[in-house]
């Protein structure tokens, strides 16, 4: 079976290695996710969904220079 196609804009693959227990923990996440959605959320999903979070966090509390925002 084909994957879905998740991207609207161009992708970059990236591997990545976790400890077990860590995906073991992304893996009870994901299923009691996909129990509770009417797709199939992976755990590719939360980590992209994570990383996105994380990201939209520190910009906004970092300048470009990597300095706390307010602060000189």
């Known amino acids: 079976m084909a994957r879905p196609k998740k991207f609207t804009e ?3 693959m990236y591997n990545i290695a976790l400890p ?3 995906f073991k923990r992304l893996e009870k996440i994901s299923l009691q996710e ?3 959605s009417l ?3 992976s ?3 939360i980590i992209r969904t994570s990383i ?3 990201v939209g966090v520190y910009e906004q509390n970092f300048d470009e220079k ?3 925002r307010g602060q000189s």
């Open 52 to 54: 996105d979070v994380y």
């Open 39 to 41: 797709e199939h959320i």
């Open 20 to 22: 077990v227990k860590m």
């Open 10 to 12: 161009d992708v970059k």
């Open 66 to 68: 990597g300095n706390i």
């Open 43 to 45: 755990i590719a999903d």
């Open 34 to 36: 996909t129990e509770n």
